[in-house]
């Protein structure tokens, strides 16, 4: 047994000495766990962490001690079987992950349900469960119809109180939106009682959009005093999060957390991978990661740079298949932080992919479903793909290969998008726009889409 200790306390100082901080320091930021987690379900199996690949990292929750695993599940993509989200989510738990992120309006409204059931399998105190306040559609405005949704997160997750709760994607619309949707009507106020009740544990907000939103509601947080903060940060986003075919009008992610970070405020991290975008490089920024790291995947490496930051809480996956479950979880047991150089590295190609005519979706699904029957992500998704890989046939129409590629552009296209979820469906009529929390000009891009596939 004294081996055995001795094992694992050297293991502890080599992982202290890799992220270049000192024993009470680093313990402030994360913990460690190097026990074997073991519990039992509500029906009696017993669940036992594997621990060939090491230990989960966890931070510690500013002001509780509680310890979230830095790989949060983000449950927005689970599969539509609720016996492979039970796989998952026992998995997960099993492994050291814990914190669970929901929304009543994810999978058109079933996703808390299928989450609750889930995770009602387990003992409460072994998760975190976070969801929303999803009130965006303005017939949801009304403080009856907030407060409804509200009360139904709770029968939908089965739980008596929730660990963190979000005023969901605030800064799309403004300051008029905001205040229609959570002031004027009393909610906010509400919300504020029910944590001081404890039915909600934590109380803070995500953001998309307007940053004079996300300023207004951080230079008033005496006033409201927000637990967390969830933005999206990526090492694209940190400098690049409105460059060409991005975000309009939104800050970088660096402004983001440092305004965060000077106010103690801890961050949950959506799109760490930018909808998958960064786990699918080109061959000559593979090649350079390749060489630097030769056993990590870009997914890895973009996890690696989220985690990196002290100021993350946790860093959510939208993790529908069990290989990416597992995969993940390796990367965050434990965590191997970015060194200099790596970040340096990381510079460089996140300069030169805000250069590429990329679309700035995260494939959330926000816009959908079309009532056209556009798959906008879908699309969206394949262009992003063909500009990564090199095989957009633009922007030189004059190239000796132009038509060659053309063609074979054209060909893959009509392969993977079915007739009728074409661009060429798109009607113009805007309502994806007031969805998408990236405001992209959704229909200007399947203009575009429509020009290069054309026939000629």
């Given at each position: 047994m004294k081996n055995n200790k001795d094992n694992h306390e050297m293991n502890r100082r080599q992982f202290l000495s890799r992220l270049g901080l000192g024993s009470a320091t680093?313990?402030?930021?994360?913990?460690?766990?190097?026990?074997?987690?073991?519990?039992?379900?509500?029906?009696?199996e017993t669940i036992q962490a594997a621990a060939e690949n090491g230990a989960m990292t966890y931070r510690?929750?500013?002001?509780?001690?509680?310890?979230?695993?830095l790989l949060g599940f983000g449950m927005m993509r689970l599969p539509r079987e609720q016996e492979k989200v039970n796989e998952l989510v026992?998995?997960?738990?099993?492994?050291?992950?814990?914190?669970?992120?929901?929304?009543?309006?994810?999978?058109?409204?079933?996703?808390?349900?299928?989450?609750g059931l889930a995770l009602s399998r387990h003992p409460r105190d072994k998760y975190y469960v976070a969801t929303k306040m999803s009130n965006q559609n303005e017939g949801l405005w009304s403080f009856e119809k907030s407060k409804e949704m509200y009360e139904n997160?709770?029968?939908?997750?089965?739980?008596?109180?929730?660990?963190?709760?979000?005023?969901?994607?605030?800064?799309?619309?403004?300051?008029?939106?905001?205040?229609?949707?959570f002031l004027d009507n009393g909610l906010l106020d509400f919300l504020l009682e029910e944590r001081k009740a404890r039915r909600i544990r934590?109380?803070?907000?995500?953001?998309?959009?307007d940053v004079k939103v996300f300023d207004w509601l951080l230079d008033h947080h005496v006033q409201y005093h927000w637990d967390f903060v969830q933005i999206q940060m990526n090492y694209l986003d940190w400098k690049h999060a409105g460059g060409r075919g991005r975000r309009?009008?939104?800050?970088?992610?660096?402004?983001?957390?440092?305004?965060?970070?000077?106010?103690?405020?801890?961050?949950?991290?959506?799109?760490?991978?930018?909808?998958?975008g960064l786990a699918k490089v080109s061959d000559d920024i593979l090649q350079q990661m390749t060489r630097a790291r030769k056993d990590d995947t870009p997914a890895r490496w973009g996890f690696r740079w989220v985690g990196s930051h002290p100021g993350v809480l946790t860093a959510l996956s939208g993790m529908n298949q069990m290989e990416h479950l597992k995969e993940n979880i390796e990367t965050f047991s434990p965590l191997s932080p970015c060194t200099t150089v790596e970040n340096e590295l990381l510079a460089r190609i996140a300069d030169k992919m805000s250069g590429l005519p990329t679309i700035g979706c995260t494939t959330c699904a926000y816009c959908m479903p079309c009532k056209y029957g556009v798959d906008i992500p879908g699309n969206f998704a394949f262009y992003n793909k063909a500009v990564t890989e090199g095989r957009l046939p633009l922007p030189d129409s004059s190239a000796p290969d132009f038509e060659e590629k053309r063609k074979a552009y054209l060909e893959a296209y009509r392969a993977a998008i079915p007739a009728d979820a074409r661009a060429t469906k798109c009607q113009d009529c805007g309502e994806c726009l007031k969805k998408c929390p990236q405001q992209l000009?959704?229909?200007?891009?399947?203009?575009?889409?429509?020009?290069?596939?054309?026939?000629?």
């Open positions: 680093a313990f402030s930021l994360l913990t460690i766990n190097a026990s074997t987690l073991r519990f039992k379900r509500e029906d009696g510690v929750q500013n002001g509780t001690g509680e310890k979230i695993s026992d998995y997960a738990l099993a492994h050291g992950i814990n914190y669970f992120d929901t929304a009543p309006i994810y999978s058109g409204g079933t996703n808390e349900t299928t989450t997160s709770f029968r939908a997750l089965k739980v008596d109180y929730i660990d963190y709760y979000l005023l969901h994607s605030v800064g799309g619309g403004g300051i008029d939106n905001l205040k229609a949707r934590h109380l803070g907000f995500s953001y998309h959009g309009r009008g939104d800050a970088n992610a660096e402004y983001l957390y440092g305004r965060l970070e000077k106010l103690g405020i801890q961050c949950v991290i959506m799109e760490p991978l930018r909808g998958g000009p959704i229909p200007t891009h399947m203009s575009n889409l429509v020009e290069m596939t054309r026939k000629k």
